[in-house]
C-alpha cells in the first residue's frame, strides 16, 4: 500500500521541516535510508544507557545534584537532536535516492514504537524520583510512560483505519521540549526541576499537564475525528467495528496486564526495580504494536490476542498470589530479558524477510542479485 503521512503541526511545518530541507542536502547519496533511521535509534539507545550507568534507580538528582556529570546532559541534548533530526530526514533522503520501501516505512515505525518509550525513561532521570520533598513518583512514572505509549498506539490504530498516518503534534513538541530540558538541566544543573517556578508548581508539573492536556485534548480527540470523518466520507478500511477496534485489544489487554502487576504486586516490584519494569513494559508494547504495523502495511487481521499476553499473564499470576514470593524481581529481570531478545529476534526475521521479499539489502543501496 502506498505510504500517507499528514502533517499539519505549524512548528514541524513552518520550523522545522526547513532545518531538515537544509540537513539532507548534506547527506551523501549513496547511504541508504535505513541505516539514517537505525544509527538515530542506536543514539537514543546509547545515551539511554548512559544515563542508565550514572542513575541506575532515578534517585541521582534528587539525592545529590553533582551525580550525573553535566557533560551526560549535554549529550543527550545532542543526541536527541540527532536522532530527531535522522527520523526526519529518513523519508526525505527515501523519495530523493528513490528506495522508498515498505521495509523502509516498517523499520522506520517499529523503531520509533520502541524509541517512544526510551526517550521518556532517559527523560525520568532529569526530574529524579520521588524523595519526600521533590521528584515524581515510580507510579506516575509509570502513568506518564502508558499516556505517551497510547498516544503512539492512536495514531497507528488510526492509520489501520483510514491508511493515513495522521502525525501527531505532540511529537514536534516533545522532542524539541526534551532537547531544551537536556540543555536548560546542562546549563544551570537539575536543581531547576527542584525549585517551585511558578505559583509553588514546578516545572515538572507543568509538563506533565502538557502531556496530559496534549494527549487527552489534542491527540485522541484529533484520531477519532479523523476516524469519523474516513467514515462520513466511505474511506474506512474496515466495514466492521469488530474489524475497526480488533487492534486495540492486545494493547489494551496489556496495559490491564501491567496495571494489575504494578498495583498488586506484593514485593512492590515497581518501587523496587522502576528502570528494568518500564524498560519491560516499552519493550513488549512495541512488539504489540509493530504487529499491527504489519497487519496495516499488507492489509491483514491482527489476531486478537497477542502470544505475549499468555507468558506476561502467568507471570502476573505467580507474582500476585506470592507463588513467585522474594524470586519476583529475579523473575522480572529474567522476563525483561526474554522479551527484549524476542522483540530484537522479531524484528531482525521480519527484516530479513522483507528485504529478501523485495530483494533488497536493508543497509544498503545495491540490488540483491537474484538466486
Given at each position: 500500500s502506498q505510504y500517507s503521512a499528514v502533517d499539519t503541526n505549524p512548528l514541524s511545518v513552518y520550523i522545522m521541516q526547513p532545518i531538515w530541507n537544509k540537513i539532507?542536502?548534506?547527506?551523501?547519496?549513496?547511504?541508504?535510508?535505513?541505516?539514517?533511521?537505525?544509527?538515530?535509534?542506536?543514539?537514543?539507545?546509547?545515551?539511554?544507557?548512559?544515563?542508565?550507568?550514572?542513575?541506575?534507580?532515578?534517585?541521582?538528582?534528587?539525592?545529590?545534584?553533582?551525580?550525573?556529570?553535566?557533560w551526560v546532559w549535554l549529550f543527550s541534548a545532542f543526541t536527541t537532536f540527532c536522532a530527531y533530526a535522522l527520523?526526519?530526514?529518513?523519508?526525505?533522503?527515501?523519495?530523493?535516492?528513490?528506495?522508498?520501501?515498505?521495509?523502509?516505512?516498517?523499520?522506520?515505525?517499529?523503531?520509533?514504537?520502541?524509541?517512544t518509550s526510551i526517550f521518556v525513561l532517559s527523560f525520568f532521570?532529569?526530574?529524579?524520583?520521588?524523595?519526600?520533598?521533590?521528584?515524581?513518583?515510580?507510579?506516575?512514572?509509570?502513568?506518564?510512560l502508558s499516556i505517551v505509549l497510547f498516544n503512539f498506539m492512536c495514531s497507528h490504530w488510526e492509520k489501520y483505519n483510514t491508511g493515513v498516518l495522521f502525525l501527531p503534534w505532540g511529537y514536534d513538541i516533545s522532542q524539541v521540549v526534551l532537547i531544551a530540558a537536556y540543555l536548560l538541566t546542562g546549563a544551570v544543573g537539575v536543581e531547576v526541576w527542584q525549585k517551585p517556578f511558578l505559583f509553588g508548581?514546578?516545572?515538572?508539573?507543568?509538563?506533565?499537564?502538557?502531556?496530559?492536556?496534549f494527549s487527552l485534548f489534542l491527540s485522541f480527540p484529533q484520531t477519532l475525528y479523523n476516524i469519523r470523518r474516513a467514515h462520513l466520507k466511505k474511506t474506512l478500511k474496515n466495514d466492521s467495528l469488530y474489524e475497526g477496534l480488533l487492534p486495540l485489544v492486545s494493547p489494551l489487554l496489556l496495559f490491564v496486564l501491567l496495571t494489575?502487576?504494578?498495583?498488586?504486586?506484593?514485593?512492590?516490584?515497581?518501587?523496587?526495580q522502576p528502570r528494568?519494569?518500564?524498560?519491560?513494559?516499552?519493550v513488549a508494547f512495541s512488539n504489540v504494536i509493530c504487529k499491527v504495523i504489519v497487519c496495516q502495511m499488507s492489509s491483514t487481521r491482527p489476531e486478537l490476542f497477542h502470544w505475549f499476553l499468555f507468558p506476561l499473564a502467568l507471570v502476573v499470576y505467580a507474582a500476585?498470589?506470592?507463588?513467585?514470593?522474594?524470586?519476583?524481581?529475579?523473575?522480572?529481570i529474567g522476563f525483561t530479558a526474554l522479551v527484549t531478545a524476542t522483540h530484537v529476534h522479531y524484528g531482525v526475521c521480519v527484516g530479513r524477510q522483507l528485504s529478501k521479499h523485495f530483494n533488497i539489502y536493508i543497509f544498503s543501496l545495491k540490488k540483491r542479485v537474484q538466486e
Open positions: 539532507i542536502k548534506i547527506v551523501p547519496l549513496w547511504i541508504a535510508p535505513n541505516l539514517l533511521t537505525f544509527s538515530g535509534f542506536l543514539m537514543i539507545l546509547v545515551n539511554y544507557f548512559l544515563i542508565s550507568f550514572y542513575d541506575w534507580d532515578y534517585t541521582a538528582s534528587g539525592t545529590s545534584p553533582g551525580l550525573i556529570p553535566t527520523d526526519s530526514i529518513d523519508g526525505k533522503h527515501a523519495r530523493r535516492t528513490q528506495s522508498s520501501t515498505p521495509l523502509g516505512e516498517l523499520f522506520d515505525h517499529g523503531l520509533d514504537s520502541w524509541a532521570s532529569v526530574c529524579s524520583r520521588d524523595n519526600g520533598k521533590t521528584g515524581v513518583s515510580v507510579y506516575t512514572m509509570y502513568i506518564y508548581y514546578y516545572i515538572t508539573d507543568a509538563l506533565v499537564i502538557l502531556l496530559i492536556g494489575v502487576w504494578v498495583v498488586l504486586s506484593p514485593g512492590n516490584i515497581l518501587a523496587k528494568v519494569f518500564l524498560w519491560m513494559v516499552g500476585i498470589s506470592g507463588l513467585l514470593g522474594w524470586m519476583e524481581e529475579a523473575v522480572l
